[in-house]
């Protein structure tokens, strides 16, 4: 199969979903979202430079993309710092296509990385241990164990793949993520950011990364410093439905 890539704005590549009907990433740049919407606000530097170490949940491998640019910054940016990563994928693409995406990231070894992840299902190097899992987060969430500094959480949108947003899985996620860890997504909408509350994460604003409105942070206590505010009528309606749902409970 020939892989038709599509560009983004930032000049990285992205893949359309037929089924979905949505990409990959943001158009605004494929990689930029992957720094600005995952690394940097999941904190994963300051993880590993003030720990040593870092356990991150990436939620939908996709095209390799947030995964890889994890692995480069941390890298780059706290050598020697102990990696270990494990992704959920339920489709995952064969690996002659994702090589087209492999090829575009930074570096030639993190292709050589993620291809040979992709094939073995894990990949052991110093400092860094990876694994896919291959199947439905919903149900592999179960067997994983945490917990994780960080959480990417990167699904099609709630309207599409609504299974990944709900509350539930949400809260299974939770359970395996450390006190203090960050959970970082794309989506700002109303019904993901109650799920998020009914889950029992706390949540903040997400940056805004090019065309896109700001996403959302989450995390499992306070913070430092802490998660930027959500804007304080809707942090009301939020808190009013969270007390609507509990007393309906
Ligand atoms: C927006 S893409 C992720 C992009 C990816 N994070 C990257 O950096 O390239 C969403 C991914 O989630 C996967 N996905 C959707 N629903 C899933 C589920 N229930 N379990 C596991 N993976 C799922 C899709 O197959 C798709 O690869």
Redesign the pocket.
């Known amino acids: 199969m020939v892989e038709s890539a599509i560009l983004t704005g930032d000049g990285s590549p ?1 893949r359309y ?1 037929p089924d ?1 009907q ?4 943001s158009l605004s740049g ?1 990689h930029m ?2 720094r600005l919407r ?1 690394v940097v606000p999941g904190r994963v530097i300051e993880t590993a430079r003030n720990h040593g170490q870092v356990r991150i949940l ?12 994890a692995i480069h910054e941390i890298q780059k940016q706290v050598p020697g710092a102990q990696l270990e990563i494990v992704s ?6 064969p690996v002659e296509s994702l090589l087209t ?1 492999f090829k575009a990231l930074p570096e030639t070894r993190l292709a050589v990385m993620l291809k040979g992840l992709v094939e073995a299902g894990q990949r052991v190097e110093r400092n860094l241990s990876l694994q896919l899992v291959l ?4 149900k ?1 969430i179960e067997a994983i164990d945490g917990p994780f500094d960080a959480v ?1 959480l ?3 949108s709630p309207a599409c ?1 609504p ?2 947003w709900r509350s539930s899985f949400l809260a299974a996620v939770r359970k395996r993520t450390a006190h203090g860890g960050i959970l970082t997504t794309y989506s700002c909408a109303r019904s993901v950011r109650l799920a998020l509350l009914q889950a029992g994460w706390q949540i903040g604003e997400g940056p805004r990364v090019g065309m896109k409105s700001s996403g959302t942070l989450a995390s499992t206590g306070s913070v430092t410093p802490p998660l930027p505010p959500i804007a304080e009528k809707l942090n009301r309606k939020l808190q009013q439905l969270l007390e609507c749902d509990q007393e309906g409970e």
């Open positions: 992205t979903h979905y949505q990409h990959y990433h494929a979202e992957a995952y990436d939620i939908g491998f996709g095209l390799g993309t947030n995964l890889a640019w959920i994928e339920r489709e995952i693409l995406y199947g439905d987060a919903e592999e990417f990167d699904p099609f793949n299974e990944l």
